[in-house]
């Protein structure tokens, strides 16, 4: 394709956009992001060095064939330097007057440090001599040279980091200096002759090295930490990267030269501010790096007003431009701004919620872009833990808040420390939850940083690559704690004196930037925040989808509402059977074969029950309530046979020695004897498709019966008091219509009784969980009996695969993931092409038998947003899951129906 275009200028942007459509989005897939918006902020006049971009096109094309450019390439990247030349009236090569360039990787989405970048092309042992008498400053030229030696040889050649830093190191040392910028002209000699010693091979042609860095970037793409990064963000291996190629500026040129990095607003918070680091007399790797203490980009308007204002302008006008926050990184070079970069900001879910609501209060998106731009994630990011304020002021008294650093990434965690990524990850697996600490991440420490709950650096501003890692992926981080001394071969850290060793506890509250000794209590936050108020009331204005709650218990009911549950969806009734109260009665019911005292026993559950049916009714006033009857097998609520079996051993033995009162001891044996008889008879190979849901209730109606008595009375009694009761009654595990026919002719006149004692008329419903495939199948059948149906997506994707809910997640199931057989766990998000196809089919049947019929899903893909948006498309009435995940629901089910082309 020798007249393919494989390279554009910064100002032909317009013709690349052409070239892919007319689309932006396309022309950032040719461009890359970095590229695109260096050839867009071209054209909106801010001043950026004049350079070129190799696209992505060229970049798959050299990867997929043999690593050679694709042909006329290296032509159009000859001659876009040459118009470069013209541009700036500089020579590459030229030792009179040279052009210097860098050559960065540039993908459609940003993969901070991921991939390579070479700065100061062009330099060798003559043009830096000539840069030094243009410049008449041979420190900036030689310290430039040995960056441009020091990069090549690390990116380019391979060489290691490390043996470059020990050179520079001991160039400090000798020189008695703690900072590059100090060493003399002569040192900085000395170091560019060792490292060439290190970076033999580097090239003195300056077009070689040019042609040597683009392999390179091109190369970096197929890199492992480039492969590990694009897997953990969901971002396409077959993308490419764009290869950005710009003249260098120096923000190193002296005391009226800077360079920095800066969002448009503040990534943490969402405030409306600026705020970045920057340094004085530097390159842009000493900002990134962190290496060198930076300044906050308030004093910049102190030390340089004009250009801080300039820059707080085009801050601004990109903003406008791109309707985004931005992230921008710019040089002074001797009092001249430049921008170098501009793309969309990385942010917290805090900061992203905030920025999308003030960017429609600003009039620059509408609020259908805004609820478009917040995932759920960054939605249940507002329910992380936070440390127990408490438990917190308690630690800080007993001196165990051990150093303070910056807070970029909000949300605590606890864990144990772990000094390296392998170890983190290592730990991680073996269960343990790990706090990464390290002097500062590279990207090659990525994996740990995922493996761990939270993490702190020694070193590193707000724009670190720990901090920015960290708030991409919600992870709680501390950075900059300049008094953290790591020591990593004794594998312990040390803060004013005090030692802590790896596998010791760690608190962090990465909202505050604070490390606590030891481990302290986490508490789950309120979501009265103003701006994910203003974000979710606009979603639910969206959304077809109604969003309710599982919730057991009045207080969670209370939660729910708060978080904008619109009804329970579900209430699993036997969760209260289980409380130490009441346990001994339930047991005492399924013990007995003699109907009287099982109705005493049922006697007396029934006040528990019509309590904690009146509370719900009480909380969630207005609103649908549904109860399930009861589901599990009885004997869940009995001790299980083989620890019978045990304590009935260990009392014949005391019985035989002697040991104890003979009478008590057979007393306690016969009656344990009892329950293990009890159990033995109770007991089923397969209790999960045993005696249960619908089934139990058909061999025990006393026990549903207590229940729908206990929902009544509870009804009657809250709609006499005004409260507006809707309850709806479920039927669990149906299978076939007459199971439901029979159960729920009892049910009915039991509930129409307890209405003609109480002289009130409740409004409700009876309908049936779908949790069996047949239930499903049969939907016509069941929605005769059934006014309502809820399905079960837990029980109905443990029978529609035959894979237990209960052992297979621990099992098979997740090595059949890791190894692609099944794409996703069916248990946490739905699997569509079977599971799906039998919730359509009853949704349709059933609505085909009783017009309107109100379906929904209970099971734990209703807080899934994948599995949220399939429910939209089936067309379900609601989803319904825990209530922390609600706030999730509202916004999945916004942005499913603003997705819904249909
Ligand atoms: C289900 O099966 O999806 C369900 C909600 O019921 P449970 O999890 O209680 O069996
Ligand atoms: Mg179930």
């Known amino acids: 394709m020798p007249d393919k275009k494989w390279v554009y200028a910064f100002d032909e942007v317009g013709e690349a956009e052409e070239a892919v459509g007319g689309s932006w989005d396309a022309a950032r897939g040719l461009l890359g992001g970095k590229g695109a918006n260096l050839g867009e902020m071209t054209r909106l006049g801010v001043p950026v060095p004049p350079g070129f971009t190799v696209t992505t096109e060229a970049c798959n094309a050299y990867v997929s064939g043999d690593e050679a450019f694709p042909e006329g390439m290296w032509d159009q990247v000859t001659a876009a330097l040459a118009k470069v030349e013209e541009k700036t009236g500089k020579t590459f090569g030229d030792p009179t007057n040279p052009l210097l360039v860098s050559c960065r990787s540039g993908a459609k989405f940003s993969m901070p440090g991921m991939m390579d970048t070479v700065l100061n092309i062009g330099l060798n042992d003559e043009v830096v001599e000539g840069l030094a008498a243009l410049t008449n400053d041979p420190r900036f030229a030689y310290d430039s040279y040995r960056r441009l030696i020091q990069m090549f040889g690390s990116v380019v050649l391979g060489a290691a980091d490390e043996g470059f830093e020990e050179v520079l190191t001991e160039a400090r040392e000798a020189a008695g200096v703690t900072d590059d910028a100090h060493l003399s002209v002569d040192a900085l000699k000395q170091i560019v002759v060792r490292f060439k010693e290190i970076a033999v091979d580097f090239p003195e042609t300056p077009i070689d090295q040019l042609r040597l860095a683009t392999e390179a970037v091109f190369k970096s793409w197929s890199g492992k930490r480039a492969v590990d990064y694009r897997n953990a963000a969901g971002i396409p291996h077959d993308l490419g990267t764009a290869v950005n190629v710009q003249t260098m500026v120096f923000g190193n040129m002296g005391e009226d030269s800077a360079t920095g990095v800066a969002m448009s607003r503040d990534g943490s918070t969402g405030e409306n501010s600026i705020e970045g680091d920057w340094l004085v007399n530097a390159q842009g790797e000493d900002v990134v790096a962190g290496i060198r203490a930076t300044k906050p980009i308030a004093q910049l308007a102190d030390e340089m007003p004009d250009v801080y204002q300039q820059f707080s302008d085009i801050c601004h006008r990109l903003e406008n431009h791109y309707r985004e926050m931005q992230d921008l990184e710019f040089t002074v070079e001797r009092g001249k701004l430049w921008l170098l970069q501009t793309r969309d900001g990385k942010r917290t879910a805090q900061a992203a919620v905030r920025i999308a609501v003030d960017l429609v209060e600003d009039g620059l998106i509408s609020k259908e872009e805004a609820v478009q731009r917040v995932s759920p994630e960054q939605i249940d990011f507002f329910l992380h833990p936070q440390l127990d304020l408490a438990a917190r002021s308690a630690a800080a008294d007993e001196g165990n808040l051990i150093a303070t650093g910056l807070n970029v990434s909000p949300g605590a965690a606890v864990g144990v420390i772990a000094f390296d990524a392998d170890k983190a990850v290592e ?46 992926f919600g992870k709680p981080a501390v950075v900059g704690i300049a008094a953290l001394d790591i020591d990593l071969d004794a594998r312990t850290m040390e803060i004013d004196g005090r030692v802590v060793a790896e596998g010791e506890w760690l608190s962090i509250d990465g909202t505050l930037g604070e490390v606590y000794y030891g481990k302290i209590d986490t508490v789950v936050p309120d979501i009265s925040d103003r701006w994910l108020s203003s974000l979710l009331d606009w979603a639910d204005g969206f ?27 579900l209430c699993r009734t036997e969760h209260m059977f289980f409380e130490a109260e009441r346990l001994p009665i339930v047991q005492r019911m399924i013990m007995t074969e003699d109907s009287e005292v099982r109705r005493q026993a049922l006697d007396e559950l029934l006040p528990y029950q019509r309590e904690d049916f009146y509370g719900l009714f009480k909380a969630m006033d207005g609103l649908p309530v549904i109860i399930r009857l009861i589901d599990p097998p009885l004997h869940e609520f009995l001790p299980s046979f083989e620890v019978l079996t045990v304590e009935i051993a260990n009392l014949k033995i005391r019985l035989a020695s002697g040991d104890g009162d003979a009478t008590a001891l057979q007393a306690e044996l016969a009656e344990k004897e009892q329950v293990r008889d009890r159990v033995e008879v109770l007991h089923e190979a397969n209790p999960m498709l045993g005696l249960r849901g619908v089934r139990l209730g058909i061999i025990i109606p006393e026990l549903p019966k207590m229940q729908v008595r206990a929902i009544f009375e509870a009804a009657c009694a809250a709609q006499k008091e005004g409260t507006k009761v809707i309850p709806e009654v479920m039927i669990p595990l149906s299978s076939h219509v007459n199971e439901l026919r029979r159960l729920k002719a009892v049910l009915t006149k039991e509930a129409e009784a307890v209405m003609a004692e109480q002289g009130v008329e409740v409004e409700y419903m009876m309908g049936t969980m779908v949790e069996t495939p047949r239930a499903a199948l049969t939907a016509a059948q069941l929605a005769e009996e059934a006014e309502f149906f809820s399905f079960g997506t837990n029980d109905l994707t443990q029978t529609t695969f035959a894979i237990s809910r209960d052992d297979a997640e621990a099992g098979f199931l997740m090595e059949y993931i890791k190894q692609g057989i099944l794409p996703e766990n069916p248990f946490a998000s739905i699997d569509a092409d079977g599971v799906g196809r039998l919730i359509q089919l009853a949704v349709k049947e059933g609505r085909a038998t009783r017009p309107g019929l109100e379906v929904g899903i209970c099971g734990e893909h209703g807080g899934d947003p994948k599995s949220i948006t399939l429910c939209h498309g089936y067309g379900l009435d609601y989803v319904s899951c825990s209530p922390f995940r609600v706030p999730v629901a509202r916004l999945a089910a916004a942005q499913a129906a603003l997705n819904d082309k249909s």
Not at 430 to 439: E, Y
Not at 452 to 467: C, D, F, W
Not at 544 to 564: F, K, Q, S, T
Request: glycine share 12%; no cysteine.
């Open 427 to 472: 730990m991680a697996e073996a269960g343990d939850k790990v706090i990464l600490v390290r002097p500062e991440t590279k990207p090659d420490d990525v994996h740990g940083m995922l493996a761990a709950e939270g993490i702190v650096t020694s070193r590193g501003g707000r724009t670190s690559h720990a901090a920015l890692v960290a708030r991409q």
């Open 543 to 569: 959304r077809r989808l109604g969003v309710r709650a599982n919730a057991d218990y009045p207080v969670d009911a209370e939660r729910a509402r708060a978080y904008g549950a619109q009804g329970i969806g």
